[in-house]
């Protein structure tokens, strides 16, 4: 069993997620290992970074499955990179664990290495301390300068749209607790796309000139569009008969509530002037995933939502953080 | 009562520790408040990052003052900036916290802006979720394009320095918990040595170009000269009676233990040619810093330390994170 941080480190991290790839050598100058690593960001380019937090108990379950976690954790963070439109670079693990159990850092490197890999980040650095189970992964990425998708660019006349399907990880909450043989069908894609979102890093690199302002859905597509339409200084209107709701979801009764207030999907919400909404559609096309017009930017301030017989609609409150 | 992660951030960091100053602005093109920081690294510097974790009770006493942890926490994760020669930059912050506490958030964030300002680093993002009190920082700063001061350079002939006094921080332990109407003025110099570190960040950037090797104190000297060694695949005389120790630690008796294996210090070890013994000195009397030579690198592998009768000298490890 390895006794010391230096054994973790070498032995789960440096030969896994922190190997650095022919692809990556150029970036990262020096990795895991020295006092600071030393990244080279391509001429020209800007750093973007972001920084996620998980807490046993608060942000995944006890006993959670440690390669779904390491996935998760991942996955949650790199999807801001893709909000912003960076291509991905590198990322560092802050790692606290209670006790050394090597069967649960086994799965958890190998998994954190496998998403590594994924979504095209390389492990340069962090720090492995005792404590109550939780993780801060920072990602870094690059934009050229100027390029990076901010919330606040949002426009009068913009259209509002919403990538993939919304809602799902939220109802997939209910069943977390059950056991996988009473699970149907429609609970088990609602559970996969609770523990495996997908960060949209394509989508997001393709909108860099296209989105005026774009934002990862984690508090819920109500909580987050207001987040926009906030710091853009615009209102925002929904139409919520348009919103992207699987057929799994639909299925489940709350579909509504579920894709205006449910956070945890990752999908990207973005605006886009009215007059390149046929290179959305080609976009997604070519990206094979959905791209749906969910409503518009008009001027004023907050969000009004509409249900499909046009009355005005109350969302609840994005995931309170306290 | 603030009662959201928004009102948190707003209220105690945006304004405080988040303020991009002028000095700052060409750096910072976005800091807190949207889905990545963008940072916008000097033409032909690379970024030199490094993360830090702090556990209640594990790397800090439980209801220790937030003005004291705020700026311990900074100091230690800029340490590793000054390590490699890094001109600092920014830096993100990852804090759970068990409850809202509002005066611990005034406390904490103004002593965190106060620190921010004093080592020139700016807050541009992070992650404030509930759970037990912890907190992972992550610092960044750049150097011209190879010149970062890595641990692998160190040469045989080189000669091993160590800045300021070593083993104060680690005596300063076992006063921890006295009232402080007990303490005597030895005592009071130990424990400040614990509370408020400074890193080396004047020193580290004069040591571009002259020191091979470089190391912050942080696990004790023996072990973080052990690191430098290693991974320069060298090894290292280190002569006990020219370690610097301060005259409160002189009279504390367990002088010599104290400096070769307590951590916390974070002053620097570093490994220069032995024709630039004379740019040291001048370095020293311009930086008002003791730069005291303490050994060399010879062939080999491993520490060997000799005491003032030249008898060899076992030291105790350093610090164990596990």
Redesign the interface.
Same mark, same amino acid.
């Given at each position: 069993m390895p006794?010391?941080?230096f054994d973790?480190i070498q032995r789960y991290f440096r030969e896994g997620a922190g190997k650095v790839s022919d692809a990556h050598a150029k970036t990262v100058?020096?990795g895991i290992? =020295?006092?600071? $690593?030393?990244? *080279?960001?391509p001429?020209g380019e800007? /750093?973007?970074?972001?920084?996620?937090?998980?807490?046993?108990?608060?942000?995944f379950p006890k006993a959670y499955s440690p390669a779904l976690l390491a996935r998760r954790a991942l996955a949650v963070c790199v999807s =801001?990179?893709a $909000?912003?439109g *960076?291509s991905p670079l590198a990322f560092? /693990?802050?790692l606290?664990l209670p006790v050394?159990d090597e069967n649960w850092l086994c799965e958890f490197s190998a998994a954190l290495a496998q998403a590594a890999s994924e979504f095209g980040v390389v492990l340069?650095?962090?720090?492995?301390?005792?404590?109550?189970l939780?993780m801060?992964l920072?990602v870094?990425?690059s934009?050229p300068?100027?390029q990076?998708?901010?919330?606040?660019g949002a426009q009068i006349g913009d259209l509002i749209y919403v990538s993939g399907s919304v809602g799902d990880a939220h109802a997939a909450l209910a069943c977390l607790g059950q056991a996988p043989q009473n699970l149907n069908d429609d609970q088990r894609y609602l559970l996969a796309r609770y523990h495996a979102p997908t960060p949209r890093l394509a989508l997001g690199f393709k909108l860099r000139n296209l989105a005026t302002a774009?934002?990862?859905i984690s508090d819920g597509l109500a909580a987050d569009l207001t987040h926009i339409v906030n710091?853009s200084g615009v209102a925002a209107v929904l139409n919520l008969q348009n919103l992207p709701i699987s057929p799994a979801l639909q299925r489940t009764g709350d579909a509504i509530d579920s894709a205006l207030s449910g956070g945890d999907d990752y999908e990207l919400c973005f605006t886009v002037p009215a007059s390149r909404r046929a290179d959305i559609a080609v976009l997604s096309e070519s990206l094979n995933l959905a791209l749906t017009e969910v409503g518009y930017i008009e001027a004023g301030s907050g969000l009004r939502c509409y249900d499909a017989q046009q009355n005005l609609y109350s969302p609840r409150g994005g995931y309170?953080?306290?």
């Open positions: 006794a010391t941080e973790i100058r020096c290992g =020295d006092d600071c $690593a030393v990244l *080279a960001i001429a800007e /750093l973007l970074l972001s920084v996620d937090t998980l807490v046993e108990s608060v942000h =801001d990179l $909000a912003s *960076a560092t /693990l802050a606290t050394v340069v650095g962090g720090d492995t301390t005792r404590g109550p939780c801060s920072q870094m990425g934009a300068a100027g990076a998708l901010l919330r606040s774009a934002i990862d710091v309170q953080h306290f």
